[in-house]
């Protein structure tokens, strides 16, 4: 049986609210856990909503450039492309672009997927530098401060995708997924390394969401055919950040504002 947790549903207005909310999340998270801990490790995910909140948060006319003590950030990717780092589709080409070449974050805090080598050696030597990073041993599992995730159009999340070899896998942490619907492999984190986060948020836009929303998180449970339904962290609560629009067929949340939902 799948794990119960609690979601928390924080609604924004509009696509501008979202970003602001999706910036504040990040930055707070980095606060907490370099006051807790005096450093803040955080995995990211690509996409058009997420480089939103990058660029805001790299604005220098925003508070966050300042406010957020980025030497103390540790920065990992949820997944990547089998893609050279300058490909126009690589997640980390447009993280550099939206917000990396603009903050003060050391190189050797930046932990990138080396999508250009062989999908099997990439996903080896990721795992290495999370062993690394936070000094695993044996069969310990990271445990990410903050894991922002996005929603597929078809159920899926980082780069589990419906039906693939890649939502069975327990043991390791990070691995290549073939995604037969794409024609293309992924390296991405495994759903058990997701599921260990401290904070572990959803950022989700769009009317076209919306269905989509219903379905993973207030639908009957069926991961093979919607992974991110395997998404159900260890410390019983999951964040949905979401516009009223990509909000608008769940049960009973407010136009905006925030609402608690039980996942049995």
Known sequence: MPRPVSIIAKVAANAEEITK?????FAQSIAEAVSARGV????ISGGSTPRTVFELLANPAEPYLKQIPWDKLQLFWVDERCVPPTHEESNYRMTKAAMLDQIPLPAENIHRMEGELDPEEA???YEAEL??????EGAQTPTFDLIILGLGPDGHTASLFPHTEGLHEMSRLV???HVVQKETWRVTLTWPVINQGREVAFLIEGEEKAEMVRTVFAG??????WPAQLIRPASGKLTLLLDSASAAQLPGPPPVGETTLELQ
């Not at 909310?21 to 999340?25: D, R």
């Not at 803040?40 to 995995?43: D, E, F, H, I, T």
């Open 40 to 43: 803040a490790r955080v995995a």
């Open 175 to 177: 691995i290549a997924n």
């Open 220 to 225: 009957s449970y069926n991961p093979e055919e």
């Open 21 to 25: 909310l999706a910036a504040e999340t």
């Open 123 to 125: 996903a080896s030597r």
């Open 131 to 136: 062993r690394n990073a936070f000094r695993l």
